[in-house]
C-alpha cells in the first residue's frame, strides 16, 4: 500500500513537527569539492544557512535543528499556526513583502514594504488569509529556501534545469522520544557521513551552532541554560528555537519571540541544552567507535524519562531513516494520529503498517 502523501501529511492549520530533507539532483556536489572538476562548493554551505536563518525570521514557523552536507540537507522544523494567527494584518502584509518585494535595494536585498503596498494585501480580505495559511505552511518553507538556492546555484554555473532531485521528503514526529532520536540523528550526519569527529567538529549543524554560543557565554553566573536559551541572543544560534521546554515556567499561548529572530520562544525538549548536548557527544561518540559500551549513569535518566530505551539508542538514532516514514513516534501515537486524520493506517517502525488500536 502506499504511504501517504505530503499534502495528507503537512497540514498548516495545527501544529505539527516535520523532519524534512532534499537532495541535490546532480553530480556536481551541492557543496564540499567536487572530485571530478576539483572544484569546492563549499561556500553554498553557508548559503543554505543563511536562507534558513531569514526564513526563520519571516515565517511562524521554529527551526529545531538542522544540517547541511555534501549533497543534501536536514531541518526539523514546527509548524506556528498560533503564532502567525496572532500576527496583525499590516504583519501579515509586511512579513510576505519581506519575502516577495516590490522593490530591492541596489545589491538585491529587500526594501522594507511601505504602506501602499501593503494596503493592496491588507485590504484584500481573500488574499490575505491565504498569506497568513501560508506563512505557517512547511511546505512553502521549504520551496522557498529550495528555489532560492538551485536558482543561485544554476546561475553560478550558466546551466538551467532541475537541481533537486524533486520535493522534499518529510516525516511527522508524534511525540518527544521521536523528537530526541531524530534532533540527534540531524545533529550527527557529519559523523556518520564519516566527515566529522565529534558534535564541535560538525560545521554547518544546529548542535555545532549551540556548541559555540555555549562555549562563548560571560553569562552563566547569572543566567540558566533555559533562561539564556530564551533571550535569544546566541550569535550563531538565537535564531533556532531553545531547545528545553518548562512546562511550568513557560508563558502559555504562543510565546512570542521579540528579537525578530524566531518565530517563537518556545522549546521543544524536557532537557537543558547541556543534557542534550552531553548526549549528543556521547552518542557521536560511541557511533565513531568500534566498541559503543554502556550508556554513562548521568545520562541514562534523560532517556528513561522520555521513554526510550538504553540498550537500542544507538541503534534507533544511526537507523531512524529507515525505520520511519511518513510519520515517527510510538504505536500509540501513530495510531492516534492516524484516527485524527481519519484514515486507517499509518506507516510506521520497519515499514509495518499500524492501525487504531493495533498493538
Not at 188 to 204: C, Q, W
Request: glycine fraction near 6%; proline fraction near 4%.
Amino acid at each position: 500500500m502506499a504511504r501517504l502523501a505530503r499534502r495528507d501529511v503537512v497540514d498548516p492549520a495545527v501544529i505539527q513537527v516535520m523532519n524534512c530533507s532534499n537532495r541535490c539532483v546532480r553530480r556536481a556536489f551541492l557543496c564540499g569539492d567536487d572530485p571530478v572538476t576539483g572544484k569546492s562548493f563549499e561556500y553554498r554551505r553557508g548559503w543554505i544557512r543563511r536562507r534558513m536563518e531569514f526564513l526563520s525570521s519571516i515565517f511562524g514557523i521554529d527551526c529545531l535543528t538542522y544540517a547541511i552536507l555534501s549533497n543534501h540537507f536536514h531541518v526539523v522544523l514546527r509548524s506556528r499556526p498560533d503564532v502567525v494567527k496572532s500576527w496583525s494584518d499590516a504583519e501579515v502584509a509586511r512579513r510576505w513583502l519581506k519575502l516577495h518585494p516590490k522593490r530591492r535595494t541596489w545589491d538585491g536585498h529587500p526594501e522594507e514594504p511601505n504602506e501602499a503596498e501593503m494596503s493592496q494585501i491588507v485590504n484584500d480580505p481573500a488574499r490575505l488569509a491565504k498569506l497568513r495559511e501560508r506563512l505557517s505552511d512547511i511546505s512553502w518553507w521549504m520551496g522557498d529556501l529550495a528555489e532560492n538556492i538551485a536558482r543561485r546555484s544554476n546561475s553560478e554555473e550558466n546551466c538551467s534545469g532541475r537541481f533537486w532531485q524533486g520535493r522534499f521528503d518529510c516525516q511527522q514526529l508524534l511525540d518527544e522520544a521521536s523528537l530526541l532520536v531524530c534532533s540527534m540523528y540531524s545533529d550527527l550526519n557529519p559523523i556518520r557521513a564519516a566527515i566529522a569527529e565529534t558534535p564541535e567538529t560538525s560545521d554547518y549543524t544546529g548542535a555545532k551552532d549551540r556548541i559555540d554560543d555555549l562555549t562563548a557565554r560571560s553569562d552563566r553566573d547569572r543566567l540558566s541554560d533555559h533562561a539564556w536559551e530564551r533571550a535569544g541572543t546566541g550569535r550563531h544560534s538565537g535564531w533556532m528555537s531553545p531547545i528545553e521546554i518548562d512546562e511550568i515556567q513557560d508563558p502559555s499561548g504562543p510565546d512570542l519571540d521579540t528579537t525578530g529572530r524566531r518565530a517563537s520562544n518556545k522549546g521543544f525538549l524536557a532537557l537543558s541544552a547541556t543534557d542534550y548536548l552531553q548526549l549528543l557527544d556521547w552518542t557521536g561518540r560511541s557511533i565513531r567507535a568500534d566498541k559503543r559500551g554502556s550508556i554513562p549513569a548521568h545520562l541514562a535518566p534523560i532517556l528513561s524519562r522520555i521513554g526510550l530505551e538504553t540498550d537500542r539508542w544507538i541503534e534507533v538514532v544511526t537507523r531512524f531513516g529507515k525505520l520511519f516514514k511518513r510519520a515517527a513516534g510510538s504505536a500509540e501515537s501513530l495510531a492516534a494520529e492516524a484516527e485524527r486524520r481519519g484514515v486507517r493506517w499509518l506507516q510506521g517502525p520497519g515499514g509495518r503498517l499500524l492501525s487504531p488500536g493495533a498493538s
